[in-house]
């Protein structure tokens, strides 16, 4: 079976990777798992005259998307790839990769994924998850305050001179390019906020119609 391949994209904060986590968890029986597009940043902290301070990480061009292109394509033909992993703390890619099979429904999530038209014919359905920028900034100073030791100030600063204006440029004019659009403004309920594409997934994967 052809492995139907799910674009779950949207805006930092956005609610995107808890969405593609809870789509995999409805089709974990039949094997179903998430690649993050994180994975496939660029090897940047081993380029020459790197400085993870001015470094631009929000935009499409700090991504492999030639190389996960080319991995979709060759799970999509049902071979297995062998995965980059990604070390945030020294921006620079892992010496082991992670093995990384066909399976009948893949999930590959991130920010850009159809900023790229390469990238972007490479699914079977694109999800844009919309949030508007005063919860994203929200959620985002949430979680960056209380999982990655940052202070207020700094994130602060950083999405209001990097993580917006990449957005604008970048993130939202997906939003006109995805299949479906799911608005996620208040406490999300995934279950619900996935249950139409589940049930589209269902009807063309394990219900005998083409992908």
């Not at 999982?147 to 204006?165: A, F, G, I, K």
């Amino acid at each position: 079976m052809k492995p139907f391949i799910l674009a779950v994209t949207g805006g930092s904060a956005s609610g995107k990777t808890r969405l593609a986590q809870s789509l995999a968890h409805a089709f974990a029986q039949q094997g179903c798992y998430v690649i993050p597009e994180d994975d496939y940043y660029i090897d940047a902290g081993n380029m020459p005259g790197f400085d993870a301070a001015t470094f631009n990480f929000d935009e499409p061009a700090a991504k492999d998307h030639g190389l996960l292109t080319a991995h979709l394509q060759t799970l999509q033909s049902g071979q297995p790839v062998n995965a980059p992993q990604y070390d945030f703390g020294t921006h620079c890619r892992c010496i082991d990769t992670v093995t990384r099979m066909p399976a009948p429904v893949l999930i590959v999530e991130g920010l850009h994924l159809l900023a790229t038209p390469e990238l972007a014919k490479v699914f079977d359905l694109t999800v844009f998850v919309d949030a508007s920028d005063e919860i994203r900034f929200e959620r985002r100073l949430a979680r960056d305050v209380a999982e990655r030791d940052r202070t207020p100030e700094s994130v602060r600063l950083q999405y209001q001179t990097l993580v917006r204006p990449m957005h604008d440029k970048h993130v939202e004019p997906q939003r006109h390019r995805a299949n479906i659009v799911i608005e996620n403004m208040g406490e999300p309920d995934f279950d619900r906020m996935g249950a139409g594409i589940e049930a589209r997934i269902q009807d063309k994967v394990f219900m005998g119609e083409p992908a």
